[in-house]
């Protein structure tokens, strides 16, 4: 589903030159659940941002369902975006002004889908994170667990095939962010989302179907696959 094939990442300033990426080779599979584990700056961000077609790499190639992205233009990558990924970061990136149901149906108002179908999904959405009774509310009326749930419910909005989540629990206790794991594997198992999620929490990698470890820019370890390549 995304390949990910001799990925580097160089970001350059003036003085410094940073590798963020050094060869990264990944293929995730459709309905995976998927880990990515490392220290702090080791290009974890990086690489969901470059996964999910917001940042191109300085070298290499990134294949959605065996198309290469590369020759797209950037409303194809845009199109390409909206239609089949759902984005979910720690610090929940909501609308402070918006209520909660206009926030889930923001990424709707980029596709042609009339104003009704539009409330319609995003309260199917709601539905599904469990937040049926806030969807008047405002985001600062919330908690952190409610808000990463509406973050959810918006990601959920688009229909994702791939959902990316950069710490989603990052910010929550144990038991908020248990919630937050829970609806995220129920959409994996029930729904066959495709999930990759950044997490420093071991207990929650565990929890999913792979666990790759990145160090410096390389994957280090991977669960699933490495005998394969190496
Ligand atoms: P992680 O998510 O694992 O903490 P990141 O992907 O955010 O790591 O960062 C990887 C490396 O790239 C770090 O050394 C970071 O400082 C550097 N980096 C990330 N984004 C930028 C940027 N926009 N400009 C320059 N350097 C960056
Ligand atoms: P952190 O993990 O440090 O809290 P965020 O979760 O806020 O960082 O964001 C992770 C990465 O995603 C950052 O590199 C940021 O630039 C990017 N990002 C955050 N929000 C959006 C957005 N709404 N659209 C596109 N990129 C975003």
Known sequence: MIQLSNIEKVYRT??????????????????????????????????????????????????????????????????????????????????????VVDNVELPLLYRNISGSERRKRALEALEKVGLSTRTRHFPSQLSGGQRQRVAIARALAGNPEIILADEPTGNLDSVMGEEIMDILLRLNKEEGTTIVMVTHDEHMAHKTSRLIRFFDGQQVADSLVLEAQI
Do not use: W
């Not at 294949?63 to 233009?73: A, E, F, N, R």
């Open 14 to 99: 003036k003085t410094i030159e940073t590798v963020a990426l050094n060869c990264v080779n990944m293929h995730v599979e459709r309905g995976e659940f998927v880990s990515i584990m490392g220290p702090s700056g080791c290009g974890k961000s990086t690489l969901l941002n470059i996964m999910g077609l917001l940042d191109e790499p300085s070298a290499g190639q990134v294949s959605i369902d065996g198309l290469p992205v590369k020759t797209h233009s950037d409303k194809q990558l845009a199109k390409l975006r909206n239609e089949k990924i759902g984005f979910v970061f720690q610090s929940y990136h909501l609308i402070h002004d918006l209520s």
